[in-house]
């Protein structure tokens, strides 16, 4: 997947990259990491914010990432970097959003695990000004059709260990 990736999208130069760490059956996303960080990208992984019950998720935090930081366990089980972690300045504001996929369509459709995180999230940094929305998967988690509900936010990309699909329309 770190191939297809590289080949096919250019990011700005010196973007703020947010992402997640791999887990359950995520696909592993660590290599990828890397080489932002070896080519001075900051990295941030999301802290899931509370949200009162019965409201909309909030948008995620994202803290700097480092390689061998050590994770801590995030509200929904999420890896993150830990609370006492030395930030410097504070948390990121990604440019650019890996986002974890279930399953996905070439219309730029996805199915995460369900708690509107990253749908609250992509909406927030689209409003706060330019985001690429990029989903990794596996190439057996597409499928035809993805329903969609109102709050669901398209992808920009899907990027898969066999290609990086460019969502167009």
């Excluded at 999230?121 to 190439?139: E, F, K």
Aim: hydrophobic residues 40%; negative net charge.
């Amino acid at each position: 997947m770190r191939d297809q990736f590289i080949a096919a999208i250019t990011l700005p130069r010196a973007a703020t990259i947010g992402s997640y760490w791999p887990f359950r059956d995520e696909i592993d996303c660590a290599p990828l990491l890397h080489h932002f960080h070896e080519n001075d990208h900051e990295v941030g992984l999301p802290a899931v914010v509370a949200t009162p019950k019965g409201r909309p998720p909030r948008p995620m935090v994202f803290r700097p990432w480092r390689p061998g930081m050590r994770l801590a366990k995030g509200r929904l089980g999420e890896p993150t970097p830990p609370p006492d972690a030395d930030y410097g300045a504070g948390d990121l504001t990604p440019g650019v959003l890996l986002v974890p996929l279930l399953a996905f369509d070439r219309r730029g459709r996805r199915i995460g695990y369900g708690g509107g995180n990253f749908d609250a999230t992509i909406a927030h940094l689209r409003s706060a000004g330019t985001l690429i929305a990029i989903g990794l998967a596996y190439a057996d988690q597409e499928v035809e059709t993805v329903p969609t509900e109102d709050h669901d936010e398209p992808l920009d990309w899907v990027v898969t260990e066999r290609s990086a699909i460019e969502i167009v329309g």
